[in-house]
């Protein structure tokens, strides 16, 4: 299957301060990536979908000023976490998706811890 | 809106027991019924996408099976290294993002 590749795996920040967190389909192009985040002992929940060179359509009470996703290239979406808080302490995972109607692989998840 | 439920919401197996895992959904016309496992502290891992009733996949241990209204992953004398927690997704013909909606999983467990 395809892989899908993220960084960093583990991060602990400071409460105000901001983190990146990077996507990479390493061996096909995604037309779309979508970012989930998942609260312990519960299902995906998704946050936003992006696709290359468009701007990302968030879910209702996801602050898109807050969690800014870029996705610049077919092969490479990155989701920052701006003046991060406690309670967006989390794991969140990638995903992409080769063809519209294609099957969707995800990443390995990021664990974000904020101080 | 699309609904998806999974049951039940934990399975303790013994190894070499055999069971089954449902997923019940409803959507405004399937386009596929994803089944993806998930590790502790890990990203789901793909397994299976069904289209149509009727349709079965099988990979190793686990065959997964398709009706209008549900679908069931069917573990065979399963081992303990199949214990995870088992998503269930369905993605709809309609609405232009082609989303997935999971349900909350089944967890299991196999004993040895």
């Known amino acids: 299957g395809a892989v899908v590749s993220q960084h960093p795996s583990r991060v602990i920040c400071k409460s105000g301060t901001s983190v990146k967190i990077e996507c990479r389909s390493l061996d096909f192009q995604a037309t779309t990536m979508f970012w989930y985040r998942q609260f312990p002992k519960k299902s995906l929940m998704l946050m936003a979908t992006s696709n290359e060179g468009s701007k990302a359509t968030y879910e209702q009470g996801v602050e898109k000023d807050k969690f800014l996703i870029n996705h610049a290239s077919l092969t490479l979406s990155t989701l920052t976490v701006t003046s991060a808080h406690p309670e967006d302490s989390s794991f969140y995972i990638c995903?992409?998706?080769?063809?519209?109607?294609?099957?969707?692989?995800f990443g390995p998840g990021t664990r974000l811890t904020v101080t | 809106e699309d609904q998806v439920t999974q049951s039940p919401e934990a399975l303790r197996l013994q190894e070499g027991e055999s069971s089954s895992l449902n997923c019940s959904y409803t959507?405004?016309?399937?386009?596929?019924l994803f089944w993806y496992r998930q590790d502790p502290g890990k990203g789901p891992e793909f397994l299976f996408t069904?289209?149509?009733a009727g349709e079965e996949k099988e990979k190793e241990r686990l065959k997964a099976t398709l009706t209008k209204k549900e679908s069931f992953l069917h573990i065979t004398a399963p081992k303990p290294e199949d214990s995870a927690t088992y998503l269930c997704?369905?993605?709809?013909?309609?609405?232009?993002?082609?989303?997935?909606?999971f349900g909350s999983g089944t967890q299991l467990t196999v004993l040895p």
């Open positions: 959507v405004s016309g399937l386009r596929g």
């Open positions: 995903s992409a998706r080769v063809a519209p109607w294609g099957e969707q692989y």
């Open positions: 997704a369905v993605q709809s013909l309609e609405g232009s993002a082609r989303q997935l909606t």
């Open positions: 069904l289209y149509s």
